[in-house]
Nanobody, 118 residues
Framework: QVQLVESGGGLVQAGGSLTLSCTFS????????MGWYRQAPGKQRDLVAT???????NYADSVKGRFTISRNNAKNTVYLQMNSLKPGDTSVYFC????????????WGQGTQVTVSS
């Protein structure tokens, strides 16, 4: 069974930076596509960034050039470096682990709050 635990959220002023971490407990971390999603109150959960097992990355247009996702397979950890934060980035950020074999399986962390003040 996979468990994901996020850390690193908090309150930051606009223009500041935060780094989120997500620790994966379970087997075969390197086979999972890891991602970060966010959900603001009353809104749907949206993709922020993903990194696959080949370290290829994908970003939402709204965060390109400001956020960087990375993974350390030796530490079973995925990171989200967030720079030039804006009030619009305020959300609960969720870590996701996805594998497509033998069937689509998704695991989610409990989320970490990021609040950006203006």
């Amino acid at each position: 069974q996979v468990q994901l635990v996020e850390s690193g959220g908090g309150l930051v002023q606009a223009g500041g930076s935060l780094t989120l971490s997500c620790t994966f407990s379970g087997n075969m971390f390197s086979l999972y596509r890891m991602g970060w999603y966010r959900q603001a109150p009353g809104k749907q959960r949206d993709l922020v960034a993903t990194v696959n097992n080949g370290h290829d990355t994908n970003y939402a247009d709204s965060v390109k050039g400001r956020f960087t996702i990375s993974r350390n397979n030796a530490k079973n950890t995925v990171y989200l470096q967030m720079n030039s934060l804006k009030p619009g980035d305020t959300s609960v950020y969720f870590c996701n682990a996805h594998i497509g074999w033998p069937t689509d399986i998704d695991y989610w962390g409990q989320g970490t709050q990021v609040t950006v003040s203006s």
